[in-house]
């Protein structure tokens, strides 16, 4: 990929920065990344496959918190979300108070380089975190190679990872996942039709740690 600024923690800063401003003045949470649907699938996943509610979630780069929200009103009891931004996680701050939801674990935390207390999860989510990584004009392929490490850290053992991208391809996801993970499900996403060939505008897949 090209790099960009999407890949840069200054942008995510100033973004979620106005994003807070917003919300103080207006109310209005922000862009929902990928949609609505998007959190339904990940939700509806969870379900169909009867994942206790007393499961350990994490939501790695939550933006403005509101998946983690959501999965609390469909009744996740055990809910994390980190940000590198300190901006986002004032958000996602301000919208669980505002949805009444203090149950709800959220800490500035690079990814990247965790903290030692963060380990030991069920389930972890990312939706567009690893493709922002995968923009970053910084060696984002060694940054790659770190989130992957990370999330052999973070996740335990026969633990899920849902992920959603709209940069990579099944296949390519695969790939950069291959040590340490296998690939359980392909979740439905919309397909569009160019010049007689469909395809997905997005990816979602689930992996279990090995």
């Not at 939700?43 to 007393?54: A, F, M, Q, S």
């Not at 986002?88 to 669980?96: D, G, H, N, P, Y």
């Not at 030692?116 to 995968?134: R, V, W």
């Not at 992920?163 to 996403?189: A, H, M, Q, V």
């Amino acid at each position: 990929f090209s790099p960009s600024v999407l890949g840069t923690r200054e942008h995510w800063d100033a973004a979620y920065e106005r994003e807070l401003q917003t919300f103080q003045d207006i109310g209005d949470t922000g862009e929902i990344w990928f949609g609505e649907e998007s959190m339904v699938r990940i939700i509806r996943w969870l379900e169909k496959h009867k994942v206790p509610h007393d499961s350990s979630v994490l939501d790695i780069g939550t933006g403005n918190g509101v998946l983690l929200v959501e999965l609390a009103k469909s009744g996740y009891m055990n809910l994390t979300g980190i940000d590198y931004s300190p901006s986002a996680i004032q958000l996602s701050e301000k919208v669980r108070e505002k949805e009444g939801m203090s149950n709800i674990k959220l800490k500035v935390e690079d990814f990247l380089a965790p903290s030692a207390e963060l380990s030991g999860f069920d389930i972890c989510i990312d939706k567009g975190t690893f493709d922002a990584i995968s923009l970053d004009p910084s060696d984002a392929a060694g940054k790659r190679k770190l989130y992957v490490g990370s999330l052999c850290r973070v996740l335990k053992p026969e633990g899920f990872f849902l992920i959603t991208s709209c940069n990579w391809t099944k296949e390519e996801l695969l790939n950069e996942f291959r040590e340490g993970f296998e690939i359980l499900e392909e979740l439905p996403t919309p397909k569009f039709c160019f010049g007689g060939r469909i395809g997905n505008s997005v990816t979602a897949l689930v992996f279990q740690r090995k």
